[in-house]
């Protein structure tokens, strides 16, 4: 009897062993899990809030690259109208609006000349009736400008839509007068940052140093002052003061209503002087969070019935944790295939982007040499401008994919050739050969060949002495772009987006980096092919 007692003793107390380490490991697992659940949630929200200020630069930077762009174009056109005075205003007005409606451009040329001896103004726009309508004073907001491009600035409303017109003028014989500017539709201006870049978690607004919004995605804020509608503090704007040179805070938006965070950061360029305001959505911030706890409570659970199997059933907790295993590299599998699309998609952005830069810079190029050879010959010029108008058709449409046929860069590089033949004549020689003809339905990069000749012109020395010789080699696996190498002896500026555009497109189709060298007398660019 003592001794069947004594087994009976033994197995409660074994089960109370079992109890008691089971209790004990379950709840050192929830400390453990608490524990890391806290700290993932820490992590994620400082990993977030690090997201929304990248989000904030690249915001900012399309923000202020465009107002850039925007002063180019009024420097180019005060430039022209300057030189000839009432010769050929209405033309340049003309030819460049076309120019900017072909590449889809914000700024709209304008002119108003006030003719008082016949008394009849001349105007390609109906804005422009506020420089002889007095009852119009009410419809437009100045907008102060102390900028060293001395143009000036006006908000004016035409039919529930407001535009933002910077204008200069030039004083005429007999007192007359020839007004003229660009115009651009705040409407049409916030599009364009959305479109720049599509980030759902922001949106950004830009205000002058007096307050006065000229960007907003809601446009009934549009000329109102920002500290009527929003909590902005004069305070706010003191960026000076800040180490990272703008202002980060917590609000709540004006237009969505929730909590974001706010970050305003000076704009200055040489016409304008004001703020940008980028709202980063915090809700994004705390569902991201959210999910962080919900998959570290699911690991929980997963792992005290782990646990609590191992001490039960020792074979099964083992076939147990095997299927788990494999369910979790599985979703690890899945997770790498993931990231490997965002990053391509990433990757894929930023060729759009670079695209999109090279477009304007071939454009204000070519600006740049028209405006040359109209001093120079006119002739040329016209010939010059229809030759542009030609090749422009391929710069209208992109392609989707960042590469084309060799036989269509073939063609286009033609047309281009010719249009620098018109500029540098006896300066600058051309020669094309094809010695594999199958080879033109493989594909090379998008403008690769204007890319790599604009080089050619833009790093070396050009004479009817030393002429500039470019030969273009179409190959079996590579097109071959050579030049004479005679490099200019002072620096060249310029940015070097388009070899950067080049090579990221040969790195996303996991292809070797286009090769560029020097061999003797001769300047050699490699350009693998496509299938």
């Not at 004083?171 to 940052?193: C, E, I, M, P």
């Not at 422009?392 to 047309?415: A, D, S, T």
């Not at 051309?430 to 050619?456: D, G, M």
Request: positive net charge; aromatic residues 12%; charged residues 25%.
């Amino acid at each position: 009897m003592q001794k069947k007692l004594n087994i009976n003793f033994k197995q409660a107390l074994s089960q109370k062993s079992v109890y008691i380490a089971v209790l004990s490991a379950c709840i050192i697992a929830v400390t453990a899990l608490a524990v890391l659940s806290f700290l993932i949630t820490r992590d994620s929200r400082k990993n977030t809030e690090d997201f929304a200020r990248k989000t904030f630069v690249r915001k900012y930077e399309s923000v202020e690259n465009e107002f850039k762009n925007i002063e180019d174009y009024q420097y180019l056109l005060r430039a022209l109208i300057q030189k000839d005075g009432l010769k050929n205003y209405k033309d340049y007005s003309s030819v460049l609006n076309d120019l900017n409606k072909k590449r889809n451009l914000l700024a709209y040329s304008w002119y108003y000349y006030d003719n008082n001896s016949t008394g009849k103004p001349e105007t390609n726009s109906p804005l422009t009736d506020i420089f002889r309508k007095a009852d119009n004073a009410d419809r437009s907001i100045t907008i102060k400008n102390n900028r060293p491009g001395h143009f000036k600035d006006l908000l004016v409303t035409r039919k529930d839509s407001m535009y933002w017109i910077s204008y200069d003028s030039l004083a005429l014989t007999g007192k007359n007068r020839l007004y003229y500017g660009s115009a651009v539709s705040l409407d049409d201006l916030h599009q364009y940052f959305i479109n720049v870049d599509k980030n759902s978690n922001t949106y950004a607004y830009v205000f002058t140093k007096e307050g006065i919004c000229i960007t907003h995605p809601e446009k009934k804020y549009l000329g109102k002052s920002i500290f009527e509608f929003t909590d902005i503090k004069p305070k706010d704007t003191l960026c000076s003061t800040a180490k990272s040179g703008y202002t980060q805070g917590t609000a709540i938006s004006e237009y969505l209503g929730v909590e974001v965070t706010r970050f305003i950061k000076p704009l200055k360029t040489d016409n304008f002087e004001g703020y940008t305001v980028v709202n980063h959505v915090n809700f994004i911030i705390d569902e991201n969070i959210y999910k962080v706890k919900a998959y570290t409570t699911y690991i929980f659970l997963a792992a005290l019935f782990l646990i609590v199997t191992v001490f039960i059933l020792f074979q099964r907790s083992v076939r147990i944790a095997y299927k788990e295993k494999e369910k979790i590299q599985s979703e690890k599998n899945l997770l790498l295939i993931e990231n490997e699309k965002m990053h391509k998609a990433e990757v894929l952005n930023q060729l759009r982007q670079l695209k999109n830069n090279i477009n304007p810079h071939f454009l204000f190029n070519s600006l740049n040499s028209l405006y040359m050879l109209i001093g120079i010959n006119k002739d040329s010029a016209q010939k010059f401008t229809m030759n542009l108008s030609r090749i422009y058709r391929y710069l209208i449409v992109p392609p989707k994919e960042n590469r084309v046929p060799v036989e269509q860069e073939i063609n286009f590089i033609r047309q281009y050739m010719e249009l620098l033949k018109s500029r540098f004549e006896e300066e600058l020689t051309f020669e094309l050969k094809i010695n594999a003809p199958e080879s033109l339905e493989k594909k090379i990069p998008y403008l690769s060949l204007q890319i790599v000749t604009e080089n050619a012109i833009k790093h070396n020395i050009a004479t009817i002495d030393h002429p500039l010789e470019i030969m273009i080699i179409v190959e079996e696996e590579a097109v071959i772009v050579k030049n004479t190498w005679q490099p200019k002896t002072e620096p060249v500026e310029g940015e070097k987006f388009g070899i950067d555009y080049l090579n990221q497109i040969y790195d996303y189709f996991r292809i070797n980096s286009l090769n560029i060298s020097v061999d003797g007398e001769y300047f050699v660019c490699f350009l693998p092919l496509m299938k």
